[in-house]
């Protein structure tokens, strides 16, 4: 199976790649600057696709970035503190991203010639984040499948995942976490106190795997 | 009302311009470069606009567009001569092209809280392009729609007309039809043989609408 994979270097889409690999998916990865403030997460996917030794592209859209307006990823909007389900997290949507990314992700597959686009949207992101949810992500495979006369399929094996479920998946895959950024703020080490960190915390916690991430504040 | 404008610089989106604007809309055009072969549609694209005095911007998006190969468009590939409808004229499809223009467009009138997105396909493109066909556009439509929680529409009015029924629009918009670019090649005027460049020459010819268009082979 021949799969482009959007590989963002958080802990989710680093879990999806080695579970690719484990079921023998040759894989092309792409990474999106869509002028997010956590660059440092670009470094993570470079780190996981060097890994795993799998072809890796790192495409600047920071252009449509900056014109997707009102959210605190991309915009000069302090990031929210506290759990990841507060209301104040939606804060931190970018418009339309996933349908972006999988659009482009789509078209690299129909040129070559690939069987899937792999995605590592979960059931943690569900409230918050509408592009992340079940119905969205069939309906967007439905139309691309059309435009295109295709039958490349959208492959989202986490949408009924929690972060503890891909915590624990990643630890049985070997996945190295010192590896990837979770962290919405730009800093030098992850903040610990944004919705993202404190969900990365949580899944640790709860799936019982060694949490080796250097937090600012813990 | 206020549109987010597909301006692709051709017959169709100028006149669905000067449709909007009939129609007293606020357009924000955008223009993609995603590495035509015929970059010389911007120039048009950039000449409608100024005629109407909206807003435009240009996206850079031929890193994307170099991704996408197999397209006598992008690539160094001949650029079929015949009829528009005829099978060779597949080798003009970029894969998944409407599906990313319009996923950008649509958010940035989420961005911008507008109310629809629109493009110019039509009838006569639905031959060799799905993704300017009805059941597409509606089903793409529904996806961004589910993916923002958003109920911006996607207008596209042309989808039953012709590219005839289009010219006759446009005579009675006044669209200076002079600046717009058809052609599929790169060259300095249309060169008459191309698909696209057959399809205008049917379309002005069956409105009877004068052709002010300069080819190099009639």
């Known amino acids: 199976m021949n799969t482009v994979l959007i590989l963002s270097g958080g802990m989710d ?19 999106f600057n869509y002028s997010q403030r ?3 997460e670009i470094d993570s996917a470079i780190k996981i696709a060097k890994h ?15 014109l ?16 990841y389900t507060a209301e104040n997290m939606k804060l931190t949507v970018v418009p339309n991203r996933n349908a972006i990314m999988l659009s482009i992700a789509y078209g690299i597959a129909v040129s070559l010639k690939y069987d899937m686009v792999a995605i590592g949207v979960h059931a943690g992101d569900h409230h918050i984040y509408p592009d992340c949810r079940e119905n969205f992500i069939h309906a967007i495979e439905h139309s691309l499948q ?16 929690d972060k503890t479920d891909i915590a624990e998946e990643g630890a049985k895959l070997s996945v190295p976490y010192q590896d990837t950024w979770t962290c919405y703020e730009g800093g030098e080490n992850h903040c610990g ?17 060694k949490d080796v991430t250097e937090y600012k504040c813990t």
């Open 13 to 31: 889409s680093a879990t999806l790649a080695y579970h690719l690999i484990e079921k023998d998916h040759t894989i092309y990865a792409v990474t």
């Open 38 to 40: 956590h660059k440092k």
């Open 52 to 66: 795993l030794n799998i072809s890796h592209t790192i495409l600047d859209i920071s252009n449509i970035g900056m």
């Open 68 to 83: 997707l307006k009102g959210s605190s990823l991309t915009d000069d909007i302090p990031t929210p503190h506290g759990h």
């Open 146 to 161: 059309i435009g295109n006369e295709s039958n490349i399929t959208i492959y989202a094996p986490y949408l009924t995942y």
């Open 193 to 209: 106190l944004c919705g993202s960190c404190n969900e990365r915390k949580e899944a640790f916690k709860l799936a019982n795997v």
